[in-house]
């Protein structure tokens, strides 16, 4: 069975399914776009909501065959040899499996490598590819590295790049700018050696904004990139807020950054680093009041996010990150994503990236805007519960007074009743101390069938509301009071279970709520058991 085939009623279009009723010529642009995209599956006897038309007459199937097969040998460039299979699966559907291609850009053989002929898939639906994507394929299918291509301009100067050479001992000299890469084996600079040059034209923009959307600030960095990296962390810092508030109970003063950890260093150092410089558009760092928004040009370079939070290490621009780290403006190598996200662990917002083919975008959250919002709320409803508290004291003074002329009714009544009761309770004293004997000894027995019942009920409970990998982080937490998540994921890859930080602390949140509890500050708290067993 081809890659894709689905039984009859289970054909849907997504990001890599496309549904056809007829083979008509359309069908060869959907080959182009799955061929210079991630690959796809097109199925041709299908309705676009799902209905199975099929192909019942074998004639027609031979026509539709010689017609496919007229296409991979005319219709495309690069041929796609190996990369295109087809056959009629059960449903009498023709079945088209394109992998992705290897020699991008594809394109129509009679429009050429022009946005007319070439097309890329974009969510369910192509498009035609734009000029500096038709480029940019071509760049890629050829290795091309925009670092060691030879710059455009050649009369550079490098006062801020030598300045912090000198800055950290290190002494500039040609060698040095051969090694690094700002010089080709030529003599000739480099792209690299252009965007460490004082006539750089890479600009990054910064701003911030109020809640209106007006500026309150609005800055262009430019120059050597060494000293854009500079003034844009310095400035950034400076609009990283501190807010401090002294704890009633302990006194204490608690520090809290708008942005925490070393979030925003290690996003603002990622966009330069990983930035597709080829591109002429410029990094932005937009700062609003519940966030900032970081775009750099050009997606993740040869990988997911998924593949980077898995430990994958891919460089757009190796020789500058070397650089960067031979200043000592790295601290490690491939975490910054990871950090970042580790720097929100104990917050419940999280920050988001967006990827694209052209841009990457991390938004950071506020945590003390969205601290702050959460307080107003809590103080809202508290003003809301003491009038309503106030109007019940109303009340309960009005009720105190009647309820003290019933009191002195009832003592009257009470006085009445005692001398009664005396008499009943002596005889009920006599019954009460034989019962009581009997009742002593029934106790006995219904705390032991209790204690049973008990532990069966939470038996049948834990059993029955956890999962297999709730129960095995449970064990761990049992087994190691304290640990915090990372130690988790660490202690299940031991034990062969792969699963990412968000899922276990998803598993933690959905299914372990009842056994395990967060004890301690958000610093250096773990997870332990109730000791419900």
């Known amino acids: 069975m081809i890659r894709g085939e689905q039984k009859m009623n289970e054909y849907h279009e997504d990001e890599r399914t496309e549904l056809k009723r007829e083979l008509i010529n359309d069908i060869k642009c959907e080959i182009v776009a799955f061929l210079n995209s991630d690959g796809g599956t097109i199925y041709v006897g299908v309705d676009d909501d799902g209905k199975v038309i099929g192909f019942d007459d074998y004639k027609i199937k031979d026509e539709m065959d010689l017609k496919i097969g007229n296409w991979m040998q005319d219709s495309f460039y690069p041929k796609p040899f190996g990369l295109i299979q087809y056959a009629f699966n059960n449903d009498n559907v023709l079945v088209v499996s394109v992998c992705k291609g290897t020699r991008k850009p594809y394109f129509l053989k009679d429009k050429g ?87 750089s034209n890479i600009v990054v923009k910064l701003a911030e904004y109020d809640d209106n959307m007006n500026f309150k600030i609005k800055k262009s960095f430019g120059g050597s990139l060494v000293t854009i990296l500079k003034n844009v962390e310095e400035q950034a810092e400076r609009l990283n807020d501190l807010k401090i508030i002294i704890d009633g109970n302990t006194f204490k003063r608690i520090e809290t950054k708008s942005y925490p950890g070393a979030s925003i260093r290690e996003m603002i150092m990622n966009a330069i680093c990983h930035a597709d410089y080829f591109i002429h558009s410029n990094i932005k760092i937009e700062f609003f009041p519940d966030k900032v928004k970081i775009t750099s040009p050009g997606g993740i370079f040869n990988a997911s996010l998924e593949d980077i939070m898995n430990g994958v290490q891919t460089y757009r621009n190796p020789k500058l990150v070397h650089i960067f780290d031979k200043l000592g403006m790295i601290e490690n190598f491939g975490t910054g994503i990871p950090r970042t996200i580790y720097s929100y662990e104990d917050y419940d917002i999280q920050p988001e990236f967006k990827i694209t083919n052209n841009f990457f975008v991390v938004t950071l959250p506020n945590i003390n805007f969205y601290n702050e919002l959460e307080s107003g709320r809590i103080n809202t409803q508290n003003d809301a519960d003491g009038r309503i508290n106030d109007r019940i004291n109303a009340q309960n003074d009005a009720d105190g007074r009647l309820n003290g002329r019933i009191n002195a009714q009832n003592d009257a009544d009470d006085r009445l009743n005692g001398r009664i009761n005396d008499r009943i309770n002596a005889q009920n004293d006599a019954d009460d101390r034989l019962n009581g004997q009997i009742n002593t000894q029934n106790n006995a027995d219904g705390r ?3 204690q049973e019942n008990e532990q069966n009920n939470m038996d049948d409970q834990f059993n029955e509301s956890m999962s297999e990998l709730g129960k095995e982080i449970f064990m761990i937490i049992m087994q190691n009071p304290g640990i915090r998540i990372p130690k988790i994921v660490i202690k299940l890859s031991e034990r062969d279970k792969i699963v990412s930080y968000s899922k276990v602390r998803n598993c933690i949140r959905r299914n372990l709520t009842d056994y395990v509890e967060r004890r301690g500050s958000k610093k250096s708290g773990g997870y332990y058991s109730k000791n419900k067993f």
Do not use: C, W
């Not at 394929?137 to 091309?144: A, D, L, R, T, W």
């Open 113 to 199: 490598p022009k946005p007319s002929g070439v097309f890329i898939r974009v969510g369910r639906s192509k498009r035609k590819a734009t000029n500096e994507e038709i480029l940019h394929m071509i760049m890629e299918s050829h290795n091309y590295s925009y670092e060691d291509d030879i710059s455009n301009e050649q009369e550079l100067t490098f006062k801020e790049f030598e300045r912090t050479l000198d800055d950290n001992g290190i002494k500039p000299t040609s060698r040095l700018m051969n090694s690094l890469g700002l010089k080709n084996k030529h003599g000739l600079y480099t792209n690299l050696g252009y965007i460490m040059s004082d006539q």
């Open 448 to 450: 032991i069938n209790d």
